[in-house]
């Protein structure tokens, strides 16, 4: 706490007026252009690497980045999802993994999670990135593995019928990053190449095409 007190007046007195304007005109009501679904990881700063203001970025964040499929538990996720896509109307779902992913380097080394139980039961949302990588050399990479996981999520995110719907429609496009918090760069993927691109080599114009769109 002794941290977060100082930095609570600083925000009023050093940053909260110079965005007075924006926060005035948010208390209108929302309209975030994208639901980001990213890991709790204390490293990582969506709004911070993207560089996005207030009411732009409608966030979940939890332990590895991961969406449960619809009906497999009724989630905090599920709620959350069902809202951006068919109350808020987002254009995008970004889902965004992590270098050095705890919650990944436990599912790819692993790691007995006896002493967690409920990380060990969230994880198991995550039992097909493992699948898909048992046996393979990338899963010694732990980069790879979160790599993997975004594409996995993103499948369990197209059970859920609200996205599904809003696919369908041409309401909303899914994309999958990786930030390297080390290097400050997110890597985009791109299904067509079926590798990530690092977002300085991607063309501006590209990055809401349909090329990047899962
Ligand atoms: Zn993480």
């Known amino acids: ?39 709790s990881d204390s490293r990582i700063d969506p709004n911070l690497v993207t560089q996005a203001e207030p ?6 964040r939890n332990a590895g980045n991961i969406v449960p499929p619809y009906g497999a538990a009724s989630s ?20 965004c993994g992590h270098s050095k992913c705890g919650a990944m380097a436990a599912l790819a080394n ?17 039992e097909a990135t493992k699948r898909r990588l048992e046996g393979s050399p990338r899963m010694e990479n732990l980069l790879e593995v979160v790599q993997e996981n975004v594409l996995v999520q993103a499948d369990n995110l197209r059970t859920h ?41 991607v063309k501006e114009e590209f990055v809401n095409a349909e090329r990047f769109a899962l």
């Open 1 to 39: 706490m002794n941290n977060l007190i100082p930095g609570l007046r600083k925000f009023r007195e050093n940053v909260f007026p110079h965005k007075q304007e924006l926060f005035q005109s948010l208390s209108q009501g929302q309209a975030p252009h994208t639901l980001m679904i990213a890991c």
């Open 55 to 60: 009411g732009e970025i409608f966030l979940i």
């Open 76 to 95: 905090g996720e599920e709620a959350t999802i069902e809202f951006a896509v068919a109350g808020l109307r987002v254009s995008n779902i970004v889902i």
């Open 110 to 126: 692993h790691v007995n999670l006896d002493g967690l139980p409920s990380v060990k039961r969230w994880l198991s949302n995550a």
């Open 161 to 201: 019928p609200a996205v599904s719907a809003a696919l369908q429609s041409g309401q909303v496009r899914i994309y999958g990053w990786v930030y390297n918090f080390e290097t400050g760069t997110v890597s985009i993927y791109d299904p067509k190449l079926k590798a990530y691109l690092p977002s300085n080599k």
